[in-house]
């Protein structure tokens, strides 16, 4: 393991550290040294990264606090936003890390990637009383679902053809459980381990809702 978090750390600073041509050709210790150039920006979004008690935790902080102890380096700050705004500064600014990012076709080209740390399950969720019946996806392009601005989430519903008209975005899933309870929208788009915390956020009951289709899985990086 320890190995294993040395090696992704080496290809981290590798994939970041735009400082000169001839960076790849340097050794381990001189690509070390360069580790403070990196910025890091996440958002709060359970299991990989969120707050607990004022304390930024996760499955993605974690691993990153674990590299930065083994290899004798001072922690970093940790930017935390809404996704939207990671998202963008991620693709402006140099030498920028956003995690948890999930690896997609769309988005291959557009940066280095380290990982998978984890793999997600994408679920469209609706509240159990309205007993909705899918069998293909197209019996879902009626319905209003909620879920993240230019999120995996939204790209995956997209992907599956999904029309923009019944499609609401917000910025956590605070607001879109929120919809989803009042409901403003039949369905929410996300991922069971999101799902499961923000019912405990807000104090809700899983038996309340159920799983109407499984979108796809996909892997979580570093980018």
Same mark, same amino acid.
């Given at each position: 393991?320890?190995?294993?978090?040395?090696?992704?750390?080496?290809?981290?600073?590798?994939?970041?550290?735009?400082?000169? &041509?001839?960076?790849? %050709?340097? #050794?381990?210790?001189? +690509?070390?040294?360069?580790?403070?150039? @990196?910025?890091?920006?996440? /958002? !709060?979004?359970?299991?990989?990264?969120?707050?607990?008690? &004022?304390?930024?935790? %996760?499955? #993605?902080?974690?691993? +990153?606090?674990?590299?930065?102890?083994? @290899?004798?380096?001072?922690? /970093? !700050?940790?930017?935390?936003?809404?996704?939207?705004?990671?998202?963008?500064?991620?693709?402006?600014?140099?030498?920028?890390?956003?995690?948890?990012?999930?690896?997609?076709?769309?988005?291959? /080209?557009?940066?280095?990637?380290?990982?998978?740390?984890?793999?997600?399950?994408?679920?469209?969720?609706?509240?159990?009383?309205?007993?909705?019946?899918?069998?293909?996806?197209?019996?879902?392009?009626?319905?209003?679902?909620?879920?993240?601005?230019?999120?995996?989430?939204?790209?995956?519903?997209?992907?599956?053809?999904?029309?923009?008209?019944?499609?609401?975005?917000?910025?956590?899933?605070?607001?879109?459980?929120?919809?989803?309870?009042?409901?403003?929208?039949?369905?929410?788009?996300?991922?069971?381990?999101?799902?499961?915390?923000?019912?405990?956020?807000?104090?809700?009951?899983?038996?309340?809702?159920?799983?109407?289709?499984?979108?796809?899985?996909?892997?979580?990086?570093?980018?």
């Amino acid at each position: 393991m320890r190995l294993a978090l040395y090696l992704i750390f080496l290809f981290f600073c590798q994939a970041w550290c735009t400082v000169s &041509n001839a960076i790849a %050709g340097q #050794s381990s210790p001189e +690509l070390l040294k360069r580790a403070h150039e @990196l910025s890091y920006y996440s /958002e !709060d979004y359970a299991p990989s990264n969120f707050f607990l008690h &004022n304390e930024f935790v %996760g499955i #993605s902080v974690d691993t +990153l606090k674990e590299m930065w102890q083994y @290899l004798g380096l001072p922690p /970093e !700050d940790i930017q935390v936003m809404h996704w939207s705004r990671g998202y963008r500064t991620l693709q402006n600014r140099r030498n920028s890390v956003l995690f948890t990012m999930t690896r997609t076709k769309e988005r291959e /080209e557009k940066f280095k990637w380290v990982g998978p740390i984890f793999t997600s399950t994408l679920i469209l969720v609706a509240k159990r009383q309205n007993q909705y019946t899918v069998t293909q996806a197209e019996h879902l392009f009626s319905h209003r679902v909620v879920t993240l601005r230019n999120d995996v989430l939204e790209e995956s519903l997209r992907g599956i053809g999904f029309p923009s008209r019944n499609l609401a975005l917000v910025s956590d899933m605070k607001q879109a459980l929120l919809m989803l309870r009042s409901d403003r929208v039949d369905m929410m788009m996300t991922s069971v381990h999101g799902f499961h915390h923000v019912l405990k956020q807000l104090r809700e009951s899983r038996q309340k809702y159920q799983v109407v289709w499984q979108v796809e899985r996909v892997g979580n990086y570093f980018a």
